[in-house]
Structures are given as structure tokens and as C-alpha cells.
Nanobody, 126 residues
């Protein structure tokens, strides 16, 4: 059974940092792209970043480039999202998801999602 479990969310002041983890089971993260998505109150869920299978190429939406870094630990079968320079507009529930195929097409689109995690709340205070 495929499972994705996010952790690492919390409350942080603007300018602060958090590292989210996405622990996968039931498949190997080397063999699949893993997307990070977020959904702010009253807004649609949006793609944030993608870590591709195999060599692990990464992609980011423009609003998080140079602030967020996605990575992967193959031994732990876990994907991470390091978030620096957080802004109040980054406040959202963050989800990881297994995407179709092996490689990322972009930073992640809802149509590519095979399996969702349950999410972790990130709140950035001003």
C-alpha cells in the first residue's frame, strides 16, 4: 500500500525556516517523482516543487525559487522541502504526492497526482 506521511510543519515568524519531510512507503522514491503542493485558506491547491525520480532533478514554482530547496534521501525513502525566508503568504497546508511516471514534467500539477499525503500545516506570522 502506498503511503506518504508529511511532518515538520509549524508556526514560524516571517523570515524563518522550516524543513518538511515526506516519508514514503509502498514504493521507492528513486522510481517516482514526488511533488510538494500547498493549499492556503480559500485558495486552490497549487504545485510548489517536484523532485524527479532517478537522478532527482528539482523544479520550483517562481514564487519559491531561491527560498525553497527540495531534496531526497534514498536510504530513508524520504523527500524533504527546506523552506527559508518564509513569508506570511507561504501559510498553507503543505502536501506531498506521488506523481505519474518517473520524471517531473514541471514543479507539479494536480493532474499528475497518483497518491496524496494528509498534509502538514505551515503558518508564518508577520
Amino acid at each position: 500500500e502506498v503511503q506518504l506521511v508529511e511532518s515538520g510543519g509549524g508556526l514560524v515568524q516571517a523570515g524563518g525556516s522550516l524543513r518538511l519531510s515526506c516519508a514514503a512507503s509502498g514504493f521507492t522514491v528513486v522510481d517516482a517523482p514526488i511533488g510538494w503542493f500547498r493549499q492556503a485558506p480559500g485558495k486552490e491547491r497549487e504545485g510548489v516543487s517536484c523532485v524527479g525520480g532517478r537522478e532527482g532533478s528539482t523544479y520550483y514554482t517562481d514564487s519559491v525559487k531561491a527560498r525553497f530547496t527540495a531534496s531526497r534521501d534514498n536510504a530513508k525513502n524520504t523527500v524533504y522541502l527546506e523552506m527559508n525566508g518564509l513569508k506570511p503568504e507561504d501559510t498553507a497546508v503543505y502536501y506531498c504526492a506521488r506523481l505519474n511516471g518517473i520524471y517531473c514534467l514541471t514543479y507539479g500539477s494536480l493532474e499528475e497526482v497518483q497518491h496524496w499525503g494528509k498534509g502538514t500545516q505551515v503558518t508564518v506570522s508577520s
